[in-house]
């Protein structure tokens, strides 16, 4: 199988234009396969890539930051249940009342109601993640109560690393290094460029219309380790992963109890979906093709990281690329060595129960799913998204799903329910959106000649211009049709919901309601 792999990897990389890419795939309880391609620095030659090569992870960093808190919980320093405030008195945000709910099961399951966002680049000190808990996090608005939805947040995991950190009086890295890497033989995983960089390292290149640049400056950001600022290769993820598929030990040797491992993958929050989606303790749970998984992505600048798992069967895939690739490959692979079969099930369409879609109908905004508009039409309940009509079928009491034209399912909306009369979210597909009110809908659209430009947050840069009377967001050699929503918002399949708009004087591009670029030259942008 393996020299077939090797083949289709090697052709794909060539098409794609994937300057490195690293891999390891674990069964039973050792690596049954690792290996790099391509190059390090495709603009200077490099040296080719290997399993041992270093990569930006992104959130792949988060298993590796709630592992590591787990095992404090073993150590009885720490109790997932109890609020942090307990821990870190200081701690707070702008509704402080709610701060008080705030768990670590909350944070490491992406239920404490926090957004998304933080900057790539930013300090490098030391004690940058204190000042940010202190100068930062207090600022921060919840967009929903805590524990009540799944709302992915890098917020929420730093402030979890902190904790750790506070609590064993250790800086944040140091720890990872005491408690984890070491334990675990990972003596390539780091947080600090200025470590990574003694050893082969992969760059970030950004595409233009002729090759692969290398992203220049290497980005950094110390409030940011816990999250999404890890770098690691894929022979020492691969040791990460034994550790999950052998109940918390390595070698024999116990490192976490089976307890906390099982703890980890039993999803902690439902995210709505016929296939079981949910989220552990910083894993993506899920049922795919009957199998039941552990997953989750990183994706920073323009490297792409993936994890998947399927704990029964011990096995596991990790895939690392300086550019966006590997997720479906994962899954080609666990198709081939669990023999999976494609299910065809068309589900029965249940009695919807009617008597709660007046609490449903309305308008809903998802920084990932644009504009959802929920609405009765005689005996059956639609959704209109970004302006396609779709009809909806019961599938439980607050779920629902659309199909595609071979009467498959296609799309789940899932209703929360709370005290009010009206439901304040819908996840689709297993996201949130939130429900708007109607006036924020009358806002006029916007003249967007205005919006012409480039937008940069100092790492990654966004390009805004107009072709007839049509926006177009320039992303690297590609570029996407903006569809007017209302006011300054727009929505693109590929990046979500977009936002124009003046902050202090500044036009700020915000991209998924949570990542801001500000314009750094007004002028056309040139194609």
Same mark, same amino acid.
């Given at each position: 199988m393996f020299s077939a792999l090797e083949k289709q990897i090697q052709e794909e990389l060539v098409s794609q234009s994937i300057p490195g890419f690293s891999m390891a795939i674990v069964r039973g309880r050792e690596v049954v396969y690792a290996n790099g391609f391509g190059v390090t620095n495709k603009e200077e030659g490099g040296v080719p890539v290997t399993a041992n090569t270093l990569f930006r992870i992104g959130s792949l960093s988060k298993p590796l930051t709630a592992t590591a808190i787990m095992r404090l919980v073993d150590l009885g320093k720490l109790n997932i249940d109890v609020p942090i405030q307990s821990y870190v008195p200081f701690f707070t945000l702008q509704d402080a009342a709610a701060a008080q709910t705030i768990t670590l099961r909350m944070l490491l399951s992406h239920t404490a109601g926090l957004p998304d966002g933080t900057d790539m680049v930013g300090s490098r000190d030391l004690d940058a993640l204190e000042q940010y808990i202190k100068q930062d996090v207090p600022?921060?608005?919840?967009?929903?109560?805590?524990?009540?939805?799944?709302?992915?947040?890098?917020?929420?995991?730093?402030?979890?690393? /902190?904790?750790?950190?506070?609590?064993?009086?250790?800086?944040?890295?140091?720890?990872?290094?005491?408690?984890?890497?070491?334990?675990?033989?990972?003596? #390539?995983?780091?947080?600090?460029?200025?470590?990574?960089?003694?050893?082969?390292?992969?760059?970030?290149?950004?595409?233009?219309?002729?090759?692969?640049?290398?992203? #220049?400056?290497?980005?950094?950001?110390?409030?940011?380790?816990?999250?999404?600022?890890?770098?690691?290769?894929?022979?020492?993820?691969?040791?990460?992963?034994?550790?999950?598929?052998?109940?918390?030990?390595?070698?024999?040797?116990?490192?976490?109890?089976?307890?906390?491992?099982?703890?980890?993958?039993?999803?902690?929050?439902?995210?709505?979906?016929?296939?079981?989606?949910? @989220?552990?303790?910083?894993?993506?749970?899920? #049922?795919?093709?009957?199998?039941?998984?552990?997953?989750?992505?990183?994706?920073?600048?323009?490297?792409?990281?993936?994890?998947?798992?399927?704990?029964?069967?011990?096995?596991?895939?990790?895939?690392?690329?300086?550019?966006?690739?590997?997720?479906?490959?994962?899954?080609?692979?666990?198709?081939?060595?669990?023999?999976?079969?494609?299910?065809?099930?068309?589900?029965?369409?249940?009695?919807?129960?009617?008597?709660?879609?007046?609490? /449903?109908?309305?308008?809903?905004?998802?920084?990932?799913?644009?504009?959802?508009?929920?609405?009765?039409?005689?005996?059956?309940?639609?959704?209109?998204?970004?302006?396609?009509?779709?009809?909806?079928?019961?599938?439980?009491?607050?779920?629902?799903?659309?199909?595609?034209?071979?009467?498959?399912?296609?799309?789940?909306?899932?209703?929360?329910?709370?005290?009010?009369?009206?439901?304040?979210?819908?996840?689709?597909?297993?996201?949130? @959106?939130?429900?708007m009110d109607s006036e924020q809908l009358m806002q006029p659209r916007i003249n967007v000649s205005s919006f012409e430009g480039v937008y940069s947050n100092g790492a990654i840069s966004f390009g805004l211009t107009v072709k007839g009377d049509q926006l177009l967001l320039l992303d690297e050699d590609q570029e996407y049709y903006c569809q007017p929503l209302f006011g300054h918002f727009f929505y693109t399949n590929e990046q979500g919901l977009l936002e124009v708009r003046e902050i202090e004087r500044q036009r700020t591009l915000i991209i998924q309601g949570s990542w801001s670029f500000e314009a750094v030259e007004s002028s056309k942008v040139q194609r």
């Open positions: 600022q921060l608005t919840l967009i929903a109560p805590p524990g009540l939805i799944f709302s992915y947040s890098n917020h929420g995991y730093n402030i979890a690393g /902190y904790v750790a950190e506070y609590v064993t009086k250790t800086y944040f890295p140091d720890l990872m290094q005491e408690i984890l890497f070491k334990p675990l033989g990972m003596l #390539r995983t780091f947080y600090d460029p200025l470590m990574a960089m003694t050893f082969p390292l992969a760059l970030g290149h950004e595409r233009t219309e002729s090759s692969e640049v290398v992203v #220049r400056p290497f980005y950094d950001n110390a409030a940011n380790y816990p999250s999404w600022f890890a770098m690691s290769t894929a022979v020492d993820y691969a040791k990460f992963l034994l550790l999950h598929l052998q109940a918390g030990r390595i070698d024999d040797q116990p490192i976490l109890t089976a307890s906390a491992i099982d703890e980890m993958q039993t999803s902690q929050v439902s995210r709505y979906n016929l296939q079981q989606l949910g @989220c552990g303790l910083s894993f993506i749970t899920e #049922r795919y093709k009957g199998i039941q998984t552990i997953r989750h992505g990183g994706a920073i600048g323009t490297y792409t990281s993936f994890m998947l798992a399927a704990p029964e069967q011990d096995l596991a895939i990790v895939t690392m690329s300086s550019q966006d690739y590997g997720i479906d490959l994962a899954y080609d692979i666990l198709d081939q060595l669990l023999e999976t079969e494609s299910s065809q099930e068309i589900l029965p369409k249940k009695t919807p129960n009617r008597s709660k879609w007046k609490s /449903y109908t309305g308008h809903y905004l998802g920084n990932l799913n644009g504009l959802a508009e929920i609405f009765a039409d005689g005996h059956h309940l639609k959704i209109r998204l970004n302006g396609t009509e779709l009809m909806l079928h019961a599938f439980d009491e607050n779920l629902y799903f659309t199909q595609n034209a071979d009467g498959e399912p296609d799309m789940t909306v899932g209703f929360v329910i709370d005290e009010e009369e009206e439901t304040p979210f819908i996840v689709l597909n297993g996201q949130t @959106c939130k429900r």
